[in-house]
DNA sequence: ACTTCGATGCTCT
DNA sequence: GAGCATCGAAGTA
């Protein structure tokens, strides 16, 4: 039995977290007040995204980064949603307080409470339910208001590693989706083949060399 | 108070 | 693959 990922872990550099993170499992914990236990809700991570200001283009861009500028206090291993479209993400702060930088959770597989999640989620497709940022946290049933600033490690939602690291064969590494600025980093991480990564096509082609 | 923007998702062709 | 609804936050006033 795994412990979950401590905060500490999430002090360092998103990027190499972010790649690390493919093959993981999410956890969400749903109080079940009628009988006591917990509903158990967990999922594999087969893509994920890093974003590391300031030397993020896509972070730092124009009001793109000083929109949530405030989010710069924030501890690492910390839960955290950004709102685009209307639409919640969840990710995890990184590196010192005072740095603003993040992993965000793009997809997920479905392990325990399929059944779960399509209620808080119906979908037609079984394989629409978790794979974008957003819908897998409809399709656990996520309430921003309750989970932001709590950390990573908290009983409701935490993250197990996974068993091994993935070996790098089994990684596909491609530019990050919709956005405008800095496009050409190879910053995306998603499991080679797996059909719950999300259908979302990269922004553009990558960077000749990987930025650290 | 009003305007603009976006790390999206959905519903059509 | 294109069009649009969505909503929180910043900037402007």
């Not at 399709?139 to 935490?158: K, Q, W």
């Not at 405008?180 to 083949?193: A, I, N, Q």
């Not at 990564?197 to 922004?203: D, H, I, L």
């Amino acid at each position: 039995m795994t412990a979950p990922l401590p905060p500490a872990h999430f002090a360092g550099n998103p990027v190499e977290i972010a790649r690390n993170l493919l093959g993981g499992t999410l956890v969400r914990q749903v109080p079940d007040h009628e009988n006591r236990v917990g509903i158990r809700l967990t999922g594999t991570i087969v893509e994920v995204e890093a974003y590391d200001c300031p030397r993020d283009p896509a972070c730092t861009a124009g009001r793109f980064h000083a929109a949530r500028s405030a989010d710069m206090a924030i501890p690492p291993g910390t839960w955290l949603f950004w709102t685009a479209h209307g639409h919640p993400l969840l990710q995890v702060a990184c590196r010192p307080e005072g740095v603003s930088a993040s992993v965000l959770i793009r997809a997920i597989q479905p392990l325990e409470g399929l059944g779960q999640m399509l209620t808080f989620r119906p979908v037609t497709r079984e394989r629409d339910l978790t794979n974008g940022p957003a819908k897998l946290v409809y399709a656990l049933g996520l309430d921003p208001a309750r989970i932001s600033g709590r950390p990573v490690n908290a009983p409701e939602l935490h993250l197990l590693p996974p068993p091994a690291p993935l070996p790098d064969e089994m990684v596909e590494v491609t530019a990050r989706v919709g956005i405008r600025e800095g496009r050409t980093l190879p910053w995306r991480f998603t499991v080679r083949g797996n059909p719950w990564v999300s259908p979302a096509a990269p922004s553009m082609d990558l960077a000749l060399s990987p930025a650290e």
